[in-house]
Each structure stands twice: as structure tokens, then as C-alpha cells.
């Protein structure tokens, strides 16, 4: 153990640890502006700088370690000046209309800014404003980048996409594409992952709420609205309700307070997807197709996208199952329409994900559906959901559990656990089992597939199944990092595997790139557990059995891969070359 004084109090810490750390462990917060532990440690904006006493220059906190017979002041006179003027020049730099920015309120310069009560800005603006295209579902406001190079970071390092790089020297420089590379041309997953680590509003998705707000304000339209499991394990945090009070029930009541005509849960769509999917496995692996590689998932557009920019010749591997989310729109405008009497352009679709992704799979054509255009007509964010719940002044304790409507109101505890990593594979195993067997299996039998920790693993967990004495190789992988590693050791031929599924956001769709933001904190495996306890308690755990999408079948798709089936819930993966 090393001990040290800080603040005028004794402590003592393990080996190695920082002063900042040391600092958190025992109540005595330090702000910072760049670090992220273990991903973003280059005390690049000195807002963490302290006092050693017996040293004239002020040191960083992240990035110095404790030593023994240290004694520190992190308050100080010296330190409060250094700091001060060190958020001022960042700021000198810094787009500071605040009120239009999507960060307001929960951003980590205005914070501090505030906390040293700085009302006047002693420095000259030199703010540098760049071209960008806002049709892009990802936007990057170079007025408000503050230079922390932690998109950098978390895109090199996590993803392993190198999206973001700087250029420049000096005062000048700054963050952009790399390779001096349009945004649409770099190989952009759209994870959302730099967004949610971003400290400020230099990042963020599209807003579509406007686009949604329209939707709802025509009267020739019939708004159909589509909640993703993930979404109940967030939402709340934004809005003041506790995990077990934030139920989906409740945000389906603020949709149709907020005009929406028909609301659903997604959980019926995956629940749809593993059907299709589940099925198209076992066909595949019955028929000797995946000896080279496995079939992947393909619910996870920052997934397809990733695998048709780096591993193109894998491509085929991937299952040609819609996501939940674009079966839900090919439903929507098909089968429900008939049901209503209403015809497929009259039916507008919107999507609340926790995705950024999502809103390019919707606008992508390898999802156009021929008898509507678009499968889904507007995605918004778990974040974007939030906001429009406070333009509307819906006042959170005020909503009241309702159900979703008929006929696609039915999900099972399968369905929902597509949210976090593991739940896609556990839910089709289920499925798969039965098929081959006739007969359900036990429904936690396949909980092999769970992640034990956030990142547990590199993000991989493994599993050798037997089903009816037929070995089935499983692999479950969150995080594009992750997921090249473990690509890579395919490739060479360290493993192998007969299924494989990956999500793009480290955890799942519960770390998902439109979800709450909280600044330094990685909740994706606390959500996790909310969507495990809820495939718990369901009634039906099995997406076989769930009886709106047995009547699905009987009365409009026949079967599973049937030829309809293939028309609305099937799509071809093609990868776009590109000429540099």
C-alpha cells in the first residue's frame, strides 16, 4: 500500500494507483476533461492539474501515479488559477452558445466552467467552423471540439475503426477525418461510440424529432410507432424514474400522448427475426455451408456495416434475416396495413432505438421494400425519445402502464434480450433446439452465452452446445475491436465456430451510441441485467410460442423462409465498392 495526504487527509491506496483515482476513492472529486481510464490518458486539456508540495510546476492527476509521502492539494490558490485559465483558453476556443447545443445540461465543460464561476471570457474566440454534411447520421460540430482526442482514442483503441485522427500543430490543431477523408467515405460504422464518450456537444446523431413531430401533426398519416428492448433499460435515467418504474408500458403511454396512433414493442419483431433466423441456421448448418465460416448475426447495422468495409469476402456468411427493426416496417406496411384497411403509403413508421446506426439501415437501399419504399420512415434515439417527451411537457410521474396495441402485442422473454450481447444467440438457440428436437429445452440452458462483465473476456464468450447429439460451435462478440480479433483468429484458423453473434456497441444494444449519456461511466452490463430479469419473469420465453406471430404465419406468411417470407423479412447483403 502507498500513503499519502490529500487535501489535508491521510490515505492509503494500492500500488500504481493515480492521484486522481486515489483522489475519487476517498470523496474528493478531481475535474477533468479528456480522461477516460485506460483509453484516454494524456492529460491533453491539464483541467485534473494539482499541487505537490515541495514541486514548483503543477502536475496531472490522471496520469501520475501516488507515491509514498506524497501531500496534495487539489483546491488550492495555485491550482484554482491554473485551472481557471486553463478552461478559459479551452473555451476561447469553444463554441459557448449553449442553449442550442444537445449537450446543454449534461456536458462536462459547462460543468466546470460553472463550478469556477467563470461568467466572462478573458481571451479572444477563435472558433474553428467547418463544412459538414447533415444529412449524415452522425454530425460533428467543429465549433464545439475541445481537442480531448477521445473520439480518437475510443475509435482506435475500442472500435478499431481509426475514423477520427488531427491534423494541424499548435493552437490550430484539431480533430477530423482521417485521411482528410469525407465522413461518408470513411469506414464509419456509425456505433455511436465516439458520441457517448464525446465530454461536450462536438458529437452527436441527426435530430429526426422534427421529421417525427410532422409525422404526427399529418392527418393523411398513420404514425406506427416501434420501441427497441434497450430503450426501457435507459430511458428513465434522463427522466428521473428508477429503473423498475420506467417501464415500457409508460412510453407507451407518452407516444400516444404525444399523438402517436399505434404503438408496439419491438420485442414482437426480434421475436419475428428469430424465427426467420433461427430457422435459416439450421438450414445452413444442416447442409454443410458453414464449414468454412459460421453464419453471423445481422440485427446490428453497425455490424453489416463494418464486415462490408473491412471483411467484405465474409459478407455471405451473414444471416439475410432483416433486423427486428426493419421486419417491424415490412409488417407494418403489409400485413398490419390490410389489417386497418389503410394502404402502405399511408402508414408512417418510426423507429426509437438506442442505435445510431439505425437511422442509416432505415435510409440504406439494401432495406428498401418494394411495396412501400422504406420498411421504416424516421428513427429517433433513446435520447431523442426523452427530448421530445419534454417538448411535449409530459411530466414523467404522471404516465401509467398501458399495453401496446393489437395485433403484434405479444413478445417473450426472448425477444427481449436481444438488447445485450448474448441475448440474440440465446434467443435463437431456444428457437433452433426446439426445431431440430421438437421439443423446447430448458430456457436458461443456453446461458453459456452470457456475458459475465462489461468487456469480460475481450467481449467473446464461447460455447460448444449439444443438441440432439449435434455439436454446435458458439461465439458471442460486442465491440468492433473485439470483433476484428476475434475475425482475425477465424481467419488464421485458431477457431472455429458455427454461429457467431456480434454487436457493434461494447455490451450490446444497451451501450448502444444513441443512449442517456453519462459522462466517465459504462452502464451497458447494469442495463443488461434489467432485460434478463424481464425474460425471467414472462410468461412465454420462447419466440416460437409467441401466439401473435404464430397467428403472423398462419394467417399472412405461411412459414417460416417461406417465399413471402423471404420477400419481407429477407434482404440481399451486398457490399458497395467504392473508387477512390
Known amino acids: 500500500m502507498v500513503n499519502l495526504t490529500i487535501d489535508g487527509k491521510r490515505i492509503s491506496v494500492e500500488e500504481n494507483t493515480t492521484i486522481m ?42 496520469n501520475n501515479v501516488a507515491e509514498e509521502g506524497m501531500v496534495i492539494f487539489t483546491n488550492s490558490p495555485k491550482v484554482r488559477k491554473d485551472r481557471r485559465t486553463n478552461v478559459e483558453l479551452i473555451l476561447s476556443q469553444h463554441d459557448c452558445q449553449c ?18 464561476n467563470i461568467i466572462d471570457l478573458p481571451y479572444r474566440q477563435e472558433i474553428d467552423r467547418r463544412e459538414w454534411n447533415k444529412d449524415f447520421p452522425l454530425i460533428r460540430d467543429s465549433a464545439k471540439c475541445i481537442k480531448c482526442m477521445r ?10 475503426l481509426s475514423v477520427w485522427d488531427v491534423e494541424g500543430t499548435g493552437s490550430r490543431t484539431t480533430v477530423n477525418v482521417s485521411g ?8 464509419c460504422s456509425l456505433c455511436g ?44 435515467e434522463q427522466t428521473g424514474l428508477a429503473p423498475e418504474d420506467a ?13 402517436a396512433d399505434y404503438v408496439f414493442d419491438t420485442v414482437f419483431s426480434a421475436d419475428l427475426t428469430i424465427m426467420e433466423e433461427a430457422n435459416e441456421f439450421v438450414q445452413r448448418f444442416t447442409s454443410g455451408e458453414l464449414k468454412a ?66 437511422k442509416a439501415e432505415r435510409e440504406q437501399e439494401l432495406f428498401y421494400e418494394e411495396y412501400a419504399g422504406h420498411d421504416v420512415d424516421a428513427v429517433i434515439t433513446t435520447r431523442e425519445l426523452v427530448k421530445m417527451m419534454r417538448s411535449a411537457h409530459i411530466s414523467p410521474d404522471t404516465l401509467k402502464d398501458i399495453p401496446g396495441d393489437s395485433p403484434m402485442q405479444e413478445g417473450t422473454g426472448a425477444g427481449v434480450i436481444f438488447g445485450v450481447t448474448g441475448g440474440v444467440m440465446e434467443a435463437a438457440l431456444r428457437t433452433a433446439y426446439a426445431i431440430i428436437t421438437g421439443e423446447n429445452p430448458d430456457a436458461d440452458a443456453f446461458k453459456a452465452v452470457r456475458s459475465p462483465g462489461f468487456n469480460a473476456n475481450d467481449g467473446v464468450a464461447e460455447a460448444e452446445l449439444t443438441i440432439n447429439g449435434i455439436k454446435v460451435r458458439t461465439a458471442v462478440v460486442s465491440g468492433l475491436g473485439n470483433t476484428r480479433t476475434l475475425l482475425d483468429r477465424m481467419e488464421k484458423g485458431e477457431v472455429q465456430y458455427d454461429f457467431v453473434e456480434v454487436m457493434a456497441c461494447p455490451g450490446g444494444c444497451v451501450g448502444g ?26 410468461k412465454v420465453r420462447f419466440s416460437h410460442e409467441n401466439p401473435d406471430i404464430l397467428k403472423l404465419y398462419d394467417e399472412y406468411m405461411g412459414q417460416p423462409m417461406s417465399h413471402k417470407a423471404h420477400m419481407l423479412l429477407h434482404t440481399e447483403h451486398e457490399c458497395e465498392v467504392k473508387s477512390l
Open 99 to 116: 442553449v442550442t447545443c444537445a449537450r446543454s445540461g449534461n456536458c462536462s465543460l459547462q460543468k466546470v466552467a460553472n463550478d469556477l
Open 151 to 160: 473520439c480518437i482514442q475510443i475509435c482506435d483503441k475500442v472500435q478499431k
Open 193 to 236: 461510440q465516439c458520441i457517448t464518450h464525446c465530454p461536450v456537444g462536438a458529437l452527436r446523431e441527426r435530430d429526426d424529432t422534427e421529421k417525427v413531430w410532422d409525422a404526427l401533426a399529418d392527418e393523411k398519416k398513420t404514425v406506427v410507432v416501434q420501441v427497441a428492448p434497450a430503450v426501457r433499460t435507459s430511458w428513465g
Open 21 to 62: 483515482e486515489a483522489a475519487r476513492q476517498n470523496g474528493i472529486p478531481i475535474p477533468s476533461l479528456c480522461f477516460l481510464k485506460g483509453i484516454n490518458e494524456i492529460a491533453a486539456c491539464r483541467v485534473c492539474v494539482v499541487e505537490l508540495q515541495g514541486k514548483e510546476r503543477l502536475i496531472t492527476s490522471c
Open 180 to 187: 482528410h477523408m469525407n465522413i461518408e467515405d470513411a469506414p
Open 247 to 259: 417501464t415500457i408500458g409508460k412510453i407507451m403511454d407518452a407516444l400516444k400522448r404525444m399523438g
Open 293 to 358: 465460416y459460421p453464419m453471423f448475426t445481422s440485427c446490428c447495422p453497425g455490424w453489416v456495416r463494418f464486415i462490408k468495409s473491412q471483411y467484405p469476402h465474409l459478407v455471405r456468411y451473414l444471416s439475410t434475416a432483416k433486423s427486428p427493426q426493419q421486419m417491424f416496417g415490412a409488417v407494418m406496411k403489409t400485413y398490419f396495413a390490410e389489417k386497418i384497411g389503410k394502404k402502405p403509403e399511408e402508414i408512417y413508421t418510426v423507429s426509437v432505438m438506442p442505435c445510431v446506426a439505425k
Open 513 to 538: 451510441g444513441g443512449q442517456p449519456i453519462h459522462d466517465g461511466q459504462e452502464l451497458a452490463f447494469e442495463r443488461g441485467k434489467q432485460l434478463y430479469r424481464l425474460d425471467r419473469d414472462y
